[in-house]
């Protein structure tokens, strides 16, 4: 039962256009949403998180935008660099509800930007 | 890097055979992880550490024991490798359960039983 869904496997974009990745969740209890990117042989870093009493948390060319009633929270990254071209993980956690606290991730979605 | 070293980066074993994953942090953070990394599953937590001696079990703990005697060690042991269990393994550190900033993770150790 996957409470942290990206349905998208992989999302292939213009260098300088907008990329958007998109998550949905099923967990009512998560208060915390993290994006995480991953190049390979590399361990996933820390991207940007969002807070479930905020709807838009913004840092340089990243913003994270989340949607409680629909579930759903989405990265924009604008505008897209080759060297955001790696498999970015949306992740979830609640103190209640299961978690713990830990945090839960989606299957991730692997982005290309081309030059 | 951020102070989190896995040993060894690649291990190849046999079916059948004990394995011992280390994680190791200079950051004296009290949280320690460990996730697998799999094709069409994105990354699922095994067990996890909230302190010295004090380990529980993740979404994927069969077959997988822990231990922490020291802040800074985190032992992932396979009492008996399968294949199942052929995956990246990252270890992951933070230092409290305010997760707005996630946690930091090591650079993963590949590990084939084959």
């Known amino acids: 039962d996957q409470q942290v869904k990206q349905n998208s496997p992989s999302l292939s974009v213009q260098e300088g256009r907008i990329s958007i990745l998109n998550c949905d969740y099923t967990?009512?209890?998560?208060?915390?949403f993290l994006w995480y990117k991953k190049y390979p042989a590399e361990g996933p870093t820390f991207l940007i998180s969002?807070?479930?009493?905020?709807d838009k948390n913004e840092d340089g060319r990243f913003t994270v935008f989340l949607n409680k009633s629909a579930k759903h929270l989405s990265l924009h990254i604008v505008p897209s660099q080759p060297g955001d071209s790696a498999v970015y993980f949306c992740?979830?956690?609640?103190?209640?509800?299961?978690?713990?606290?830990?945090?839960?991730f989606g299957k991730g979605t692997k982005l290309s930007v081309k030059p | 890097d951020a102070g989190i070293t896995q040993s060894p980066r690649h291990k190849v074993t046999e079916t059948g055979t004990p394995v011992t994953l280390r994680c190791h942090q200079t950051?004296?953070?009290?949280?320690m992880y460990w996730y697998r990394q799999d094709p069409g599953h994105g990354l699922r937590l095994i067990h996890y550490?909230?302190?010295?001696?004090?380990?529980d079990k993740g979404e994927v703990s069969d077959g997988y024991s822990v231990s922490r005697s020291k802040t800074e060690d985190f032992l992932l042991t396979l009492e008996s490798a399968t294949s199942s269990q052929t995956s990246v393994y990252f270890c992951?550190?933070?230092?409290?359960?305010?997760?707005?900033?996630?946690?930091?993770f090591g650079s993963g150790t590949r590990l084939t039983v084959v």
């Open positions: 550490s909230y302190g010295v001696k004090d380990t």
């Open positions: 967990n009512s209890m998560f208060d915390y």
């Open positions: 992951a550190i933070s230092e409290s359960k305010a997760r707005s900033y996630g946690y930091t």
């Open positions: 950051e004296n953070h009290r949280y």
């Open positions: 992740a979830a956690s609640a103190m209640d509800g299961g978690s713990q606290g830990n945090l839960i």
């Open positions: 969002i807070s479930s009493i905020k």
